[in-house]
């Protein structure tokens, strides 16, 4: 998926809907969407509503980036970023394999700083649908970043491939989330 940082359109605003997941959350971001599709986006990575500073979910996802072998991802403590089951699972499956995971503010100067610099070696949203949408490509401002090639990466892939075979069964529910009735 290719993205692009948006920095003027809104997706939530704080004292509004934004963590919770309602049409009216997704409705105002078509028509961002639509322009980010004609300049050859898939989707957008939105800021805060604010200042546009600060990453905060990608599309209808969650947003999570490796950055120097840490996966750093938005933290959940604002009323504009929805508290998604699936970056939950992302979050945990990683801590127990000893992956460090920081969730906290992300500049978006900080994520742009990495991008330039080539450490950041994964990106994807997490989310209930897709389960890990790998991103392709990030778009800011009249830069492109490409991302390694999406069939190499690694957590991300890792991941997913652990996520699908949990709920395949084909592998043990350490985590207590499988429930058969």
């Known amino acids: 998926v290719a993205v692009k940082i948006e920095e003027y359109y809104t997706r939530a605003a704080e004292g509004g809907v934004g963590r919770a997941k309602t049409a009216g959350n997704y409705a105002a971001s078509l028509y961002p969407a639509k322009l980010a599709k004609e300049q050859g986006f898939d989707q ?3 800021t805060d509503a604010k200042e546009h500073k600060y990453v905060e979910e990608s599309g209808t996802m969650n947003v999570v980036f490796e950055i120097d072998g840490k996966i750093v991802t938005p933290a959940e403590d604002t009323d504009t970023i929805l508290r998604g ?15 460090p995971v920081e969730e906290r503010q992300v500049s ?4 742009v700083k990495a ?3 080539g450490r950041v070696t994964d990106a994807f949203g997490a989310g209930t649908a897709a389960t890990i949408a790998q991103i392709s490509k990030i778009g800011f ?5 490409v991302l390694p090639d999406p069939k190499t990466r690694g957590i991300s892939l890792k991941i997913a491939q652990y996520l699908k075979d949990l709920k395949a069964g084909k592998v043990e529910d350490e985590f207590g989330w499988i ?3």
């Open 108 to 111: 978006v100067e900080e994520l």
């Open 115 to 117: 991008l330039r610099e």
């Open 44 to 46: 957008l990575i939105w």
């Open 141 to 145: 401002r009249d830069e492109l970043f």
């Open 179 to 181: 429930l058969k009735f």
């Open 85 to 99: 089951v699936t970056k939950r699972s992302v979050v945990d499956v990683a801590k127990s394999w000893g992956v």
